[in-house]
């Protein structure tokens, strides 16, 4: 006789502005080894972290930054912030984010 035991499963809550699994692994990166340009977080850099080219992640980057899952420190560089850590700990909806103008 086999038991069956229904476990609740939780998610990270994206929203529809988000690329996946991209900005994921992007916020993990962050997460992961601390400050990074968009070059060292694409697959350009020495270590290729993300599946994707430095111009298109210097755009997601942007477009998370936008919505304050990170931000940027410096010219070029970027950091995750309270929320993003939030997110990626299944504490926070990122559908719940307003964008900036900035």
Do not use: F, H
Not at 65 to 74: A, F, K, P, S
């Amino acid at each position: 006789m086999s038991t069956t035991v229904a476990r609740e499963t939780e998610m990270r809550k994206d929203a529809d502005w988000m690329r996946q699994p991209t900005d994921d692994r992007i916020l993990e990166v962050l997460r992961e080894e601390g400050n990074m340009t968009p070059r060292a977080v694409s697959r350009e850099g020495e270590v290729a972290r993300v599946d994707a080219t430095r111009d298109y992640a210097g755009g997601r980057l942007r477009e998370l930054c936008r919505y304050g899952l990170i931000e940027r420190v410096d010219r070029g560089l970027y950091r995750l912030t309270d929320d993003g850590r939030a997110y990626l700990d299944e504490e926070l909806d990122a559908a719940e984010l307003d964008p900036t103008d900035s």
